[in-house]
């Protein structure tokens, strides 16, 4: 079925620092998602790329879908203590969507 | 609050006992998943259903585990005879419409979680 593996599994930055985390298929992906889920809390939907080379932002976040679908990634600029909590990329499978083992990030204010 | 909505959102068990778990989807939400999270892993998919209807159920064990949407009222994740191992936080999403392919899946929107320990 589909996986898709996910980069780092932790990652400690100083605030104001960036903040990257890598989303990996070995298929083409329909499209992808990105959930953010604070720490004690449930994941968020935060957006979704369809298209081949596609690049979102949103304030300090950048969302880029690689050109022939099968990576993703989600970056941040000058990191602050909000942005604490673990990154899910997640992808369409045949009847659900199928996570990555996400990317928990911790600031030092 | 039309959000997702679970309950308990804490439920203690001691081994050998049943855990239920509810879960009222998004309103207009006719679709419901549950996943489950041990502590510091990822969300691991367990069962889709639609109303009276599993659809996916490749997540679920093989057995104790055992999920419904009725007709009538929230759908509902079973466990029978819990075990330790069994503690994790059960959250429920919701999503209007069946998934579509290239034009993109649906969005999910979780419910708060259910967060089950068994002594």
């Known amino acids: 079925g589909q996986q898709v593996m996910q980069i780092p599994q932790y990652q400690h930055v100083q605030e104001g620092e960036d903040f990257t985390t890598y989303c990996n298929s070995s298929?083409?992906?329909?499209?992808i998602q990105w959930y953010k889920q604070r720490p004690g809390g449930h994941p968020v939907f935060l957006i979704q790329?369809?298209?081949?080379?596609e690049v979102k932002k949103q304030k300090r976040l950048t969302f880029q879908f690689g050109e022939a679908k099968k990576n993703s990634s989600l970056h941040i600029t000058a990191t602050q203590t909000t942005d604490v909590g673990t990154y899910f990329c997640a992808a369409q499978g045949a009847q659900k969507l199928v996570f990555g083992q996400g990317t928990r990030l911790t600031i030092n204010p | 609050n039309a959000g997702v909505m679970q309950n308990p959102r804490h439920l203690v068990r001691r081994r050998g006992q049943e855990a239920r778990l509810r879960c009222s989807p998004m309103?207009?939400?006719?679709?419901v998943y549950w996943y489950r999270q041990l502590p510091e892993e990822g969300l691991k998919f367990m069962v889709y259903?639609?109303?009276?209807?599993?659809?996916?159920e490749s997540g679920m064990p093989k057995e104790r585990f055992s999920a419904e949407f009725p007709k009538e009222g929230p759908s509902i994740l079973r466990i029978q005879q819990v075990v330790r191992g069994d503690s994790a936080a059960y959250f429920c999403?919701?999503?209007?419409?069946?998934?579509?392919?290239?034009?993109?899946?649906?969005?999910?929107?979780f419910g708060a979680g259910s967060r089950l320990t068994v002594l």
């Open positions: 298929t083409t992906l329909s499209n």
């Open positions: 999403a919701s999503s209007p419409r069946y998934p579509q392919g290239a034009s993109g899946a649906n969005v999910l929107t």
């Open positions: 259903l639609q109303k009276e209807n599993i659809i996916d």
């Open positions: 309103k207009g939400h006719s679709h």
């Open positions: 790329l369809v298209k081949s080379g």
